[in-house]
Nanobody, 121 residues
Framework: VQLVESGGGSVQPGGSLTLSCAASGYRFSWLSMGWFRQAPGKEREGVATLDRLDRAEYVDSAKGRFTVSKDNAENTLYLQMNDLTPEDSAMYYC?????????????????WGQGTQVTVS
């Protein structure tokens, strides 16, 4: 499975960004997918996951602001991020696995993209 993220950038507090993750190499609809992030000096943390049945889970700090979705026809995962704060600044990684992903366990994912930087300032 190959994952390629895009859509990161710099935005002012209160702004919005939409991240995309293009997947290839496996039947997209069979994958559990998610977004994780890592800020300098911090551990990688789960942001949002989406299972094969399109059930989403979010870290508390993302609830009400972020929306994870996917387009099976385009083999793409999205993360719509609104009302961004400086605390959201991090490298955002797309993750995928054949088994369910867990927000609290980045090691639950065996496939990773290269990351896309989000800076809020």
């Amino acid at each position: 499975v190959q994952l390629v993220e895009s859509g990161g950038g710099s935005v002012q507090p209160g702004g919005s960004l939409t991240l995309s993750c293009a997947a290839s190499g496996y039947r997209f609809s069979w994958l559990s997918m998610g977004w994780f992030r890592q800020a300098p000096g911090k551990e990688r943390e789960g942001v949002a996951t989406l299972d094969r049945l399109d059930r989403a889970e979010y870290v508390d700090s993302a609830k009400g602001r972020f929306t994870v979705s996917k387009d099976n026809a385009e083999n793409t995962l999205y993360l719509q991020m609104n009302d961004l704060t400086p605390e959201d600044s991090a490298m955002y990684y797309c993750a995928a696995d054949f088994a369910p992903l867990h927000l609290e366990s980045p090691e639950s994912s065996r496939f990773w993209g290269q990351g896309t930087q989000v800076t809020v300032s």
